[in-house]
């Protein structure tokens, strides 16, 4: 009976963790900017600025992962020179 007890109690407790912890994510804020460069951007996103999770760099192998954002990425497109939507990626 104890073991069943405790069982859902934990089961409870890594549940409601876990939604915090989504939640916690889902929080973080962005500052909108318009960068002037690309080493502008690079101080700030290593990987540089993707319009959305799913887009693939056409330069090859990169370093680093793109920071995922559409609006911060339509105020900075005019450093994408590619065109593959990710913006001073290296």
């Given at each position: 009976m104890k073991k069943g007890i405790v069982s859902i109690v934990v089961s409870f407790a890594?549940?409601?963790g876990m939604v915090g912890a989504i939640?916690?994510?889902a929080a973080v804020k962005v500052t909108l900017?318009?960068?002037s460069n690309c080493k502008e951007i690079n101080k700030?996103?290593?990987g540089g600025i993707a319009k959305t999770s799913?887009?693939?760099n056409k330069g090859g192998a990169t370093k680093y992962k793109p920071f995922v954002n559409q609006k911060l990425y339509d105020l900075n497109k005019k450093s994408d020179r590619d065109?593959?939507?990710i913006a001073c990626e290296r």
């Open positions: 890594l549940l409601f939640q916690a994510d900017k318009e960068y700030n996103y290593p799913t887009v693939k065109k593959d939507f």
